[in-house]
């Protein structure tokens, strides 16, 4: 009997972890920015899902053909993004959903200021020009991109090296 009640429990707890298996799943709280498309929340490293920013250590050139540092840029800028809307909308926390992890054990997510999805980390970096969508893994900010790219905003004013190359070649 003992032996049919761990065996029944043992399908039970399987099947229940199956199920959670793809189910979305939320973290919040103060973000650390770790670069222009990381960020740590507690002791979870989150990857924005879909973009891909410029590395910290990355230069681009701007309009005028001038080197600028386009990683720290993209750093910048979504602290700022993070901070300024918090402080505009009185909002405290960073949500992510994700559903998923990386070969890295990162969290996947796509994060927001407030629970409400309506202020995207992942789109505000995009639509800015500070970083690009991430083809290879998601269409979702396809048109944003291409309406930094129309608009010349962020590194779609000047040349660079798209983020995943910039890796092959530097590290």
Same mark, same amino acid.
């Given at each position: 009997?003992?032996? @049919?009640?761990?065996?029944?429990?043992?399908?039970? !707890? @399987?099947?229940?972890?199956?199920?959670? +298996?793809? +189910?979305? &799943?939320?973290?919040?709280?103060?973000?650390?920015?770790?670069?222009?498309?990381?960020?740590?929340?507690?002791?979870?490293?989150?990857?924005?899902?879909?973009?891909?920013?410029?590395?910290?250590?990355?230069?681009?050139?701007? +309009?005028?053909?001038? @080197?600028?540092?386009?990683?720290?840029?993209?750093?910048? !800028?979504?602290?700022? !993004?993070? &901070?300024?809307?918090?402080?505009?909308?009185?909002?405290?926390?960073?949500?992510?959903?994700?559903?998923?992890?990386?070969?890295?054990? =990162?969290?996947?997510?796509?994060?927001?200021?407030? %629970?409400?999805?309506?202020?995207?980390? &992942?789109?505000?970096?995009?639509?800015?020009? &500070?970083?690009?969508?991430?083809? =290879?893994?998601?269409?979702?900010?396809?048109?944003?991109?291409?309406?930094?790219?129309? /608009?010349?905003?962020?590194? $779609? %004013?000047?040349? !660079?090296?798209?983020? /995943?190359? $910039? =890796?092959?070649?530097?590290?």
């Amino acid at each position: 009997m003992k032996k @049919l009640n761990l065996i029944l429990n043992s399908i039970i !707890f @399987l099947f229940f972890f199956t199920q959670l +298996q793809g +189910q979305e &799943n939320f973290i919040s709280g103060t973000a650390k920015v770790i670069d222009g498309d990381s960020i740590k929340i507690r002791n979870h490293r989150i990857r924005l899902l879909g973009i891909d920013a410029p590395e910290l250590k990355q230069l681009c050139k701007d +309009q005028n053909n001038e @080197l600028y540092a386009c990683g720290k840029t993209s750093k910048f !800028f979504l602290i700022s !993004f993070i &901070n300024d809307t918090k402080k505009l909308r009185n909002l405290s926390e960073v949500f992510c959903y994700y559903s998923e992890l990386d070969k890295y054990k =990162r969290v996947l997510g796509e994060c927001f200021v407030g %629970s409400k999805r309506k202020y995207s980390l &992942n789109q505000a970096m995009v639509m800015s020009g &500070n970083a690009i969508a991430y083809l =290879r893994y998601s269409d979702k900010y396809l048109k944003d991109q291409e309406a930094a790219m129309i /608009e010349e905003k962020g590194i $779609w %004013s000047g040349k !660079f090296i798209y983020p /995943e190359e $910039w =890796r092959k070649k530097n590290k």
